[in-house]
């Protein structure tokens, strides 16, 4: 079975079946750090909430190209700094370059997936996360990525992206503005 086919089973979480947990109850475990790049360092007590979950934070392009070969990392979360757009997608490839196994995260900087999706898709991130995401509901989906990309290989696309946010995100802020077409926010 594809990763698609797994994500189209699911149904959103906001609507579980009794039978079957939708969506990740228990994250997985991480031995290596989550590599962080993105300035805004509130982001790290987000994700540490976990406790397993050690967080590697950079704000620059220079400081994550100094972290990158320094040991092995878990996963890449990748924000690009507001005065470097691109950085993100600069990010994701050298992390993929080093880590091809290890599941790659653009956080767009836009709260649509019209939006930030076509430019998570140009990076080859494997996931999508966006703004006005609940803290439990970023830890699942960050969660779900993991396990997925250890089980699957994660073909980039609006579709899986989609999904996956349908799935481990069904009560965040986000989906209220989907639909909104006047530019929000110009940064990739």
Not at 69 to 93: E, N
Request: net charge negative; hydrophobic share 45%.
């Amino acid at each position: 079975m594809g990763l698609l086919d797994w994500l189209r089973r699911r149904t959103p979480a906001s609507a579980p079946e009794p039978e079957e947990q939708q969506v990740v109850t228990h994250v997985p475990a991480l031995s290596d750090p989550i590599l962080l790049f993105m300035e805004n360092p509130a982001f790290v007590s987000l994700l540490e909430e976990v406790p397993s979950w050690q967080v590697v934070h950079t704000r620059s392009f220079g400081e994550f190209s100094a972290a990158l070969p320094q040991r092995k990392y878990a996963m890449l979360i990748a924000l690009s700094p507001l005065d470097d757009s691109g950085a993100a997608g600069r990010a994701i490839r050298a992390f993929r370059h080093l880590y091809p196994d290890a599941p790659t995260v653009y956080h767009g900087h836009d709260p649509r997936i019209g939006v930030s999706g076509p430019r998570a898709l140009a990076c080859g991130a494997d996931v999508l996360v966006l703004g006005g995401v609940l803290v439990h509901e970023l830890i699942h989906c960050l969660g779900t990525a993991l396990i997925l990309r250890r089980q699957y290989v994660i073909e980039p696309s609006l579709e899986s992206y989609t999904r996956l946010l349908e799935i481990t995100c069904a009560e965040s802020a986000f989906w209220r503005i989907q639909n909104i077409e006047d530019p929000i926010f110009e940064i990739e």
